[in-house]
C-alpha cells in the first residue's frame, strides 16, 4: 500500500512543527533549571518570584529579551552580522530532526517517533554541528570587536580539536554495532537491559568518558567555556548582539546541550530501551507501551542536563593551554586506543 | 522527485562557485565555497555515495573551510584591491578555457554510447560495504593518500619550525 504524498507530508509537517515546540521549552526550562540548580549549588534560591517555585520565569525572560530593543552597531559587517545568529540556531534545530525518540511505531507508514530515520544518521549530526561552528565563527569575526573575535577564534580552535576526539571516541561503539543507523544503535543494547549498553555490556565506558568531554567542549560549556569567559572577554564571542539576535545563540548553545544529551543517550546509555530489559513484564495498554520507551528516554537524557549544570557548577575554568593539551595530547590518543582496543575485542570475540 | 533535487542543487553549487569568484572580500569568498561544499555533498547522496557526502561536509564543509575562515579572520584581510589584470590572461586565458570546455564536450557528446549512465536515488550502503572497499579492495591507494597526507604534514612542520 503506497501511502499518499499529502499524507505523508501533513504529517511530516506535524512532526516538525511538535519537536520545534518541545525542543525549544526544554531550551527555556532547562535555562530555568540551570538557574535554580547552579543556585542551590551556591546556596541561594535561583529565581523563585514569577509564578510558583519560579516556574513562569522562562516565559518573562523570553518576553523580555523579545521586547528589548535590537542594537546594530556600527562599523560591523552586517550580512554576516544578521545571517550568524540564525546559522547558529538553525545547525542547532536541525540535528535534533535525525534522533529517535521511542520505539518504531507507524501511523499511516509514518514513523511517530522520529523526523527522519537516515541511514547515516550518526554522521548527519555530526556534520550539522560542524557546521555550526560558522554561526560562532562569523558571529565574533563580523561584530568588528576585539572580544569577540577573541572569543570567535577560541571557539574554533577548540571545535576543531575537539571535533577530532569526538569522532573518534563513537567509532567503539560504530564498530560494535556495525551500522551508522541511530535505530539499529539503539537495537542493538536493548536486549538485556543496563547490563547490554554501550557504557557498560559493551564495554565503551572509556568512549563514553571521551564523548563526554568532548562534548562539554563542542557546546562551549564549562570547563570549557573560554569562548565566552566572562572575565576575560566581556561575553565573547556574543558581545555586540542583543535582544533577539543574543536569544538565538542562547537558545541555540541549550538546544545543542540537549541535542548531545541525545546522542549519548542513543550511543552510551541505550536510547529509548528500559534500564531493567525483560525483568519487568509488560503492563497497560499500547499507549502505556508506546510511551514508555520515550519516558525512559527523556529521564536518561535529563541526567545529562542534570550532569552538565553540576560540572558547571563544580570545576573552574581551563586555562587555555590547558584546554589544547588536554584534548589533543590526552583525549585523542586514547580514543585512538579505544578504538584498536575495541577491534581487537570485536575480533577476538568474533574468532 | 530526485531530478528536482539534483537541479536545485547542481544550480547552488553553480552559484556558489560563480559568487566565489565574483565577491571582493575573502570571506565572502570562502562562505561561497562552503556552499560549493555542501552542495556537492547533497549531489554525493543522490548518487547513492551516503559516507562521501557525509565525509564531504565534516571534513572539506566543517573542518578545512573553517581553517580558511579562520585564518583569514586572524590576518583581518582587507578587500580585494582591483587591478586589470594581466593582458596574457585575455588573450590566452579565454579562448583556452572556451577550447578546453568544447573539447571536453566533444569529447562526451562523441563517447555517450559508451560512458554509463548513473541512476539517481534509491541506494543503500552498508558500512560492511564501505569497510570492505576501503580497507580491502581500495587499501593501498587508501593507505597511500594517508601517507601523502602525513608527508605533508610533516614538511609543514618543518617549514614552520625556527632555526635555532
Known amino acids: ?351 | 522527485m530526485y531530478l528536482v533535487l539534483f537541479l536545485i542543487f547542481g544550480g547552488l553549487c553553480v552559484a556558489g562557485a560563480l559568487n566565489l569568484l565574483l565577491q571582493h572580500h575573502p570571506i565572502n569568498s570562502a562562505l561561497s565555497l562552503i556552499v560549493v561544499m555542501t552542495s556537492l555533498a547533497v549531489l554525493y547522496l543522490l548518487l547513492g555515495a551516503e559516507f562521501l557526502a557525509a565525509a564531504q561536509v565534516i571534513v572539506y564543509s566543517g573542518a578545512i573551510m573553517v581553517l580558511f575562515t579562520f585564518v583569514i579572520m586572524l590576518l583581518n584581510a582587507g578587500v580585494e584591491e582591483r587591478t586589470h589584470g594581466s593582458k596574457a590572461a585575455y588573450i590566452v586565458g579565454f579562448p583556452g578555457a572556451a577550447a578546453l570546455l568544447g573539447i571536453l564536450v566533444y569529447i562526451f557528446l562523441k563517447q555517450k554510447d559508451h560512458l554509463g549512465g548513473a541512476k539517481l536515488g534509491g541506494y543503500l550502503v552498508t558500512t560492511h560495504d564501505l569497510s570492505s572497499v576501503l580497507f580491502r579492495d581500495l587499501l593501498l591507494p587508501f593507505e597511500v593518500t594517508s601517507v601523502l597526507i602525513l608527508v605533508a604534514i610533516l614538511g609543514a612542520v618543518a617549514l614552520a619550525r625556527k632555526e635555532h
Open chain 1, 1 to 351: 500500500m503506497e501511502v499518499s504524498i499529502w499524507i505523508f507530508l501533513l504529517l511530516s509537517v506535524l512532526k516538525v512543527a511538535v519537536v520545534t515546540v518541545i525542543l525549544l521549552t526544554a531550551v527555556a526550562y532547562t535555562v530555568l533549571l540551570e538557574r535554580k540548580l547552579v543556585g542551590r549549588i551556591q546556596n541561594r534560591w535561583g529565581p523563585s518570584r514569577v509564578g510558583p517555585f519560579g516556574m513562569m520565569q522562562p516565559l518573562a525572560d523570553g518576553l523580555k529579551l523579545f521586547l528589548k530593543e535590537d542594537l546594530l552597531p556600527t562599523n560591523v559587517y552586517r550580512p554576516l552580522y544578521i545571517l550568524a545568529p540564525l546559522i547558529a540556531l538553525a545547525c542547532a534545530l536541525i540535528s535534533i530532526s535525525v534522533i529517535p525518540f521511542g520505539k518504531e511505531l507507524y501511523v499511516k507508514r509514518v514513523d511517530l517517533f522520529q523526523i527522519a530515520d537516515v541511514n547515516i544518521g550518526l554522521l548527519v549530526i555530526l556534520g550539522i554541528t560542524s557546521i555550526g561552528v560558522y554561526g560562532i565563527a562569523l558571529s565574533g569575526w563580523s561584530s568588528n570587536n576585539k572580544y569577540s573575535l577573541l572569543g570567535a577564534l577560541r571557539a574554533s580552535a577548540q571545535l576543531i580539536s575537539y571535533e577530532l576526539a569526538l569522532g573518534l571516541s563513537v567509532v567503539g561503539v560504530v564498530l560494535r554495532t556495525g551500522s551508522l543507523r541511530l535505530r539499529d544503535i539503539v537495537d542493538i543494547q536493548a536486549t538485556h537491559g543496563l547490563l547490554s549498553w554501550n557504557v557498560f555490556g559493551g564495554l565503551q565506558f572509556v568512549a563514553f568518558f571521551i564523548y563526554l568531554m568532548a562534548a562539554y567542549a563542542e557546546t562551549n560549556r564549562a570547563p570549557f567555556d573560554l569562548p565566552e569567559a566572562e572575565s576575560e572577554l566581556t561575553a565573547g564571542y556574543h558581545t555586540e548582539y542583543s535582544s533577539m539576535k543574543f536569544a538565538m545563540f542562547f537558545m541555540a548553545e541549550y538546544a545543542n546541550m540537549i541535542t548531545v544529551g541525545c546522542v549519548a543517550t542513543l550511543l552510551f546509555l541505550g536510547g529509548w530501551s528500559s534500564p531493567f530489559g525483560d525483568l519487568i513484564p509488560a503492563w497497560g495498554g499500547p499507549v502505556v507501551q508506546a510511551l514508555l520507551p520515550v519516558f525512559w528516554f527523556v529521564s536518561k537524557v535529563f541526567f545529562f542536563l542534570f550532569l552538565y549544570i553540576w560540572v558547571r557548577g563544580t570545576l573552574p575554568r581551563f586555562r587555555y593551554d590547558q584546554l589544547m593539551g588536554f584534548g589533543w595530547k590526552f583525549l585523542l590518543p586514547l580514543a585512538i586506543a579505544n578504538i584498536i582496543a575495541t577491534s581487537l575485542w570485536l575480533a577476538f570475540r568474533a574468532a
